[in-house]
């Protein structure tokens, strides 16, 4: 307790003793391994007793290891035994009671009682795998080997419901009384032999006899399905046991892969990594079958029916000639059988259906018959997205609350809400509204109420709350401003969650399920005594209209002295599609204490949440839509005149840098606007959209042989001529993600055209995202002194 004490002192910058002056601040001193700043708790979780754990490195080891909290006191470490037996509550699967659950540990399947006696079901070399109740929770089901399986709870007994069945299915044995295949001399010998020998002819007849009883008393087979030349990836089975759903995928055939060349290795020899294809590539198809068990009947989902699955997309409006025979005669779209959902107790299910262009996302009805009909669609003339509804950026969020109700999350209102709608009269309801996002949804066990995480209260700040399934005020669980991201405990009653704020790293906080109630901190060392030597900055979070009239928020680092020259430096966020902009400890830690460097020498620094980037809707997410560098560059844009015009900033003064996206933005600056920014650090850069991976970039761009202008207008190797002003690329050369390549070819690019005021350092056994701190230190050195020699 007293150290706890102590270290609270230290954590609070305000209260450190007058004697001990805060550091100054270096790119060496910043970049070390960042276990200097401190250690933080991550991925809490509860075992099936109640029992709260989490990875913790209070140590500093070489890595993470579990932690558990006994409910009081200090956590304590847990063996590697004793971890080998704690069972995750996240992976049980309970009955409708929730009295009894299932569970699956080290390949084997569990099954405990309403008297919490333990089962063991299987004991086997295969890995069996997703066990659920089935069969009106008569059976435990589970997966082995690609097929289903049933245990009897009563008698013990193991049924095999399914058998599939890799390749062909073998020609038919020859039937009685038809053609052998024998050739003529073969049938010549046979009958000769049984004409000369007795034996031969007594043991044919015993033979034919036996085979015929055998036939005769042979019950009905389990029927077997071939898979061809396609792969099993998904299978299910209804509640009931009647029905059972499969998907059939066939990979692409001419989807040329990349490879990425690693230069420095062991051996001494340059080693191929083998990468990812590139956007346009060749996609695999899917298929989706329905076998009715009692008619044994297999039916193929068809899904010409579907609404609008014939639909063109908009941007086809701009070749007219490209797609006049598709006009004229519009064929099925290409779709993804993203899921199937069966009902709790009755034999329907809910498929999820997502166009590959995910231009659409339907949810539809799948009745005994193998037919579909509508419940929502969802369609986008740009992509489909957002939290809890899937597309490239994570899968769909969806239930059922009964027999009848189902839930999912819509960007129909422009924001992601939470809907359920009745399957059989097929109506919607909205239970959450407003100019906020619902980032995720959990159904409690009695099915009364979600708790659902989301931005509701501010923008920039994440909270936890309790929702009724039939709507209503979402009530606040939790209430210290920042972030709290929260994992709720087996009975419901506790929250365990990571806070964190600003300029404050996680830590574990533990506090009741109920609104008002005061959370406990359970973790105290994600701030070592000298990262808290340093009085880091709050960033004030600052908000200005765009030239198109939309609002842009930022967070922005005063300098408490600015230099004479009055610089300014603009930071661009990677990943396109994520939130920086906010209350709580940023997962750019880096880039936030570089920041409170360059404000330290007189810089002043602004980071927006620019056009694309997460928590702001649908519009903000898709305001990019085939021009990369349009809406998001005019931000930055905007931006750095905010700079000029609020606080007094030298036009000329100006940098930006970013990594990733981040690169591709300075470089679409520095080509596009020269003169807006004196210097640009494109750190992991993609300089060409046709180069990048197909589930992001097609969303967004579509396909490059198809959309070629989009592609043109957002690749920044086609405006290359434009630079002027000073510009430093960054890149890993063993990057997997966006390849070393990328920035070799703008390389080309630039020496044709003759640019000298460039420079590209490169990293030979670093990533995407850096891991050495002699390598981000070697960047940020690189970075400061660019800015140094350009904006003072």
Known sequence: MKYCFLLSLLIAPALLPAQQPAPALTVEYIMRDPKWIGTSPSSPWWSAEGQLYFSWNPEKNLADSLYTWPGAGAPKKVS?????????????????????????????????????????????????????????????????????????????????????????????????????????????????????????????TKKDIGDSLTTAAKTKSLRAIYLEDKNLTATGISSQGRFV???????????????????????????????????????GSQELFLYDRRKDTVYTIKTDSIPGIRDLPEYVRDYPEKFADRRKQPTLRQVNFSAVTWAPHREVAVVDIRAVDNKDRWLMLLTENGQLSLLDRQHDSAWIGGPGIGGSFGGGNYGWINDTDFWFQ????????????NVDNRVATALT???????????????????????????????????????????????????????????????AFL?????????????????????????????????????????????????????????????????????????????????????????????????????????????????????????WRTGIYRFMGGKDLTDHLDGAQWLVQQLGVDPKHIGIYGGSYGG????????????????????????????????????????????????????????????????????GMVDVNVHFEDVVRLQQKLIELGKNNWELAAYPMEDHGFIEPSSWTDEYKRIFKLFEETLK
Request: charged content about 20%; proline content about 6%; overall charge positive.
């Open 80 to 204: 590697l035994h004793a971890a080998q037996e704690i069972v995750d509550a996240g992976t049980l699967k309970y009955n409708a009671a929730h009295t009894a659950y299932t569970y699956a540990k080290n390949g084997d399947i569990y099954f405990v009682d309403a008297k919490k006696k333990i089962r063991r079901i299987t004991e086997t070399p295969e890995w069996e795998s997703s066990p659920s109740f089935g069969f009106g929770e008569g059976k435990i089901v589970f997966q082995s080997q690609q097929n289903i399986f049933a245990w009897d709870i009563a008698t013990g007994e193991i049924l095999q419901v399914t058998n599939f069945i890799k390749g062909s299915q073998p020609p038919s044995p020859t039937a009685p009384g038809k053609k052998d295949g024998s050739n003529d001399q073969e049938k010549w010998l046979k009958e000769d032999q049984l004409e000369l020998f007795e034996v031969l002819r007594s043991r044919k």
């Open 245 to 283: 759903h499969y998907r059939l995928s066939k990979p692409a055939s001419g989807a040329r892969a990349t490879i990425v060349p690693s230069y420095v290795t062991v051996s001494g020899f340059t080693e191929d990594i083998p990468a990812r294809t590139k956007v346009g590539a060749p996609a």
């Open 410 to 421: 819509s960007e129909k209102t422009g924001y992601s809400h939470l809907y359920k709608i």
């Open 433 to 495: 509204a407003g100019r906020f996002e619902v980032q995720s949804v959990l159904l409690s066990a009695d099915k009364k109420n979600f708790y659902i995480g989301s931005n509701k209260k501010d923008p920039g700040e994440l909270h936890y709350y309790r929702l009724s399934v039939s709507g209503g005020e979402p009530v606040q669980l939790t209430n210290m401003t920042g972030a709290s991201q929260v994992t709720l405990s087996p009975d419901e009653k506790k929250l």
């Open 499 to 619: 806070y964190s704020y600003s300029n404050k790293p996680w830590e574990l906080y533990i506090q009741d399920n109920r609104p008002g109630a005061k959370a406990a901190q359970i973790t105290q060392l994600a701030v070592s005594p000298e990262f808290a030597s340093y009085p880091w900055r709050d960033p004030e979070i600052i908000s200005f209209t765009a030239g198109d009239g939309a609002t842009v928020r930022g967070r922005l680092y005063k300098p408490r002295q600015a230099n004479p020259a009055r610089p300014a430096v603009i930071f661009v966020h990677g990943a396109g599609y994520l939130q920086n902009v906010h209350k709580w400890w940023s997962s750019y830690f880096r880039e936030y204490m570089f920041h409170n460097l360059l404000a330290d020498q007189g810089y002043t620094v602004l980071d927006l949440d620019y056009r694309a980037s997460s928590g702001y809707g649908r519009n």
């Open 664 to 731: 591709f933005i300075t470089l679409m600056a520095l080509f596009t606007s020269p003169g807006t920014f004196a210097a640009g650090a494109a750190l992991r850069p993609v300089t060409d959209w046709a180069h990048y991976n197909h589930g992001y970039t097609a969303n967004i761009l579509n396909e490059p042989f198809l959309d070629s202008l989009a592609y043109r207008k957002s690749s920044p190797i086609y405006h290359a001529s434009g630079l002027k002003d000073r510009l430093l690329i960054c890149h």
